[in-house]
């Protein structure tokens, strides 16, 4: 087995750390995360303009790199900022999350989910987003408690006053049946928020929270059934690798793009989700063993690079 360092690097985002952070603890007991800071003029350039120089990198000195390491990236600004930094430091074997969208042949390894369609030498699949979200497996699990975990916005959907209604006219009737866990997300629009406060749900509760990874992943693992809007892909693969059945919230389905259709058909004919109904039935699922071949595929990557034959 060989020894190297991990380091994930990302701009900041919270949905970009939750995933080199998942990757990184897939594949090693200790990394270091570090902060990109692009320089300014240069950030908001679309990727295939900026240049792979280690001068956009404005914190290029907190990069101490001696010994073999494994880099792992996620987010458009990254893609550069890792080839720049394999071209600085050479005993670098650099991981990017999802489509770098150019630059493909620089990176030792791109782990891209399956509806991405990319088939390049050095790329591999996976069913779902990775996460850093840990779960309660000791927990007893809630049977009465239904989580309703909400998104919002984005370039694709609009989540109109319209949705927003109909997604809390549909908390009220489950509200009937059920306790119900409302998690909004960072994008859940403020007016959807402050209706659920105003106009109070009976047998239900408002958890504003969800940027804590171990209370979220407490939450969403000891449900009896966890129920997600569709437009986030990485949502509802959290709330599959928490074992506890996942149903998909639809939702203006005019907008919808081909990948997530692509996605959803996936794993509801895996058996992994469900489509949503008032008949809520849980179900359990599992997912270890795709992870196990996932780790697998990225170590056997590893201890095949040349990079660490020296």
Excluded at 80 to 105: E, G, R, V
Excluded at 210 to 237: C, D, H, K, L, R
């Amino acid at each position: 087995m060989k020894k190297y360092s991990v380091i994930t690097i990302s701009e900041g985002a919270a949905g970009m750390k939750s995933q080199i952070e998942g990757l990184a603890s897939l594949i090693s007991d200790h990394y270091i995360n570090i902060d990109l800071k692009i320089n300014f003029f240069l950030k908001n350039l679309p990727v295939q303009l900026i240049p792979s120089k280690s001068f956009i990198i404005n914190n290029i000195n907190d990069f101490k790199i001696i010994k073999p390491t494994v880099l792992i990236s996620c987010g458009k600004k990254s893609v550069k900022a890792s080839i720049a930094l394999k071209n600085k430091f050479k005993n670098i074997f650099n991981i990017h999350i999802q489509d770098p969208k150019t630059s493909y042949n620089k990176f030792d390894l791109i782990v891209a989910p399956k509806h991405d369609n990319l088939n390049f030498y050095n790329t591999i699949s996976t069913d779902f987003a990775l996460h850093n979200i840990k779960f309660n497996t000791n927990k007893n699990k809630n049977n009465k408690t239904i989580n309703f975990i909400i998104g919002g916005k984005t370039k694709n959907f609009q989540f109109s006053k319209i949705t927003q209604e109909k997604i809390y006219q549909d908390i009220k009737n489950l509200s009937k049946k059920h306790f119900v866990q409302i998690i909004p997300s960072r994008r859940t629009p403020k007016s959807l928020i402050k209706k659920i406060k105003s106009n109070k749900i009976n047998n239900s509760n408002l958890y504003e929270n969800s940027n804590n990874p171990q209370e979220y992943g407490n939450f969403i693992s000891t449900s009896a059934a966890n129920i997600v809007t569709w437009e986030s892909i990485s949502m509802i693969s959290e709330c599959v690798s928490s074992g506890v059945g996942t149903f998909i919230y639809s939702f203006e389905k005019g907008s919808i793009p081909s990948k997530y259709k692509l996605f959803h058909k996936d794993l509801i004919n895996k058996g992994y989700i469900k489509n949503f109904n008032y008949n809520i039935k849980p179900f359990k699922v599992s997912i270890g063993n795709e992870l196990q071949h996932l780790k697998n595929k990225i170590l056997n990557k590893i201890e095949q690079s040349p990079i660490f034959n020296v």
